[in-house]
């Protein structure tokens, strides 16, 4: 039996993107993402809640402006940076994201 791995939440992917995005501008992004990667790793291994983790992530995409403003800033960093945008998918994040680079394509 195969066991299906437990996908983390578009608000922790966002939070996850964003953070990898900007850590080469400042380490505080670096330990950050750090942090947070850690905590997934402990919800996998059961040694803390989904909901102590999506607690802290919430919190942390507060402080950068929340969901909507980190998915923004995440997709407008990549298209500046390497001049396009390329995840794609069908899940909320890559859908969300996609607003988001047909808006910097009209600029």
Known sequence: MIKQ????SAEAKALSLFLMAYKSKDPIYKEKLKRINKRWDLVKTNAISKTEYMEEVLS????YGGYSVVVEKTVQFY??????WKLKGEDKYCMDAKVFVEKFAKK
Do not use: Y
């Not at 298209?79 to 396009?84: Q, R």
């Open 5 to 8: 791995a437990e996908k983390p």
């Open 60 to 63: 942390m995409l507060e402080s």
């Open 79 to 84: 298209i500046e940076t390497t001049g396009e």
